[in-house]
């Protein structure tokens, strides 16, 4: 069976997928002071991070190392209010690709668990 990465179009889709992301969180006011001024290589590297974890090469580890995902987020207060506003521009950035069913609903599920995972904070 194809992976996720060739169903929906390979490195294509997840660079339009993450620049529908950032479109929400440039004018966030809870994620915005949490990214540098300029998004190239935050979106570079997510859309890398996601084609590599979907199926596609591995760009991104051999670019970046292993993904340490809460280690790289360590540095930011992920509380309850930045994991809801991250979701729901990720939630917004699937949902606009017009995916199949199955595939918008794994999608979803992976960044509902992934946004889960890095809260490391109460406040």
């Known amino acids: 069976m194809p992976s996720l990465y060739e169903q929906v179009g390979g490195q294509r889709f ?3 997928l993450v ?11 809870v994620l915005r002071p949490m990214y540098p001024d300029d998004l ?5 590297h997510l859309a ?4 590599q974890y979907w199926g596609g090469p591995g ?9 340490r995902l809460r280690m790289r987020h360590a540095p930011f ?4 209010a930045a994991k809801d506003a991250w979701l729901d521009h990720m939630t917004t950035a699937v ?5 199949r069913p199955d595939l918008e609903t794994a999608l979803l599920d992976y960044f509902g668990n992934a946004a889960d ?3 490391n904070s109460a406040s």
């Open 14 to 16: 997840f660079d339009t």
């Open 19 to 29: 620049e529908r992301f950032y479109d929400g969180v440039a004018d966030d006011p």
């Open 40 to 44: 190239t290589e935050p979106k570079r």
């Open 48 to 51: 890398l991070f996601l084609a």
């Open 59 to 67: 760009t991104y580890s051999e670019e970046r190392g292993h993904p």
């Open 77 to 80: 207060v992920v509380d309850e």
């Open 95 to 99: 949902r606009d690709a017009a995916l």
């Open 117 to 119: 995972f890095l809260i």
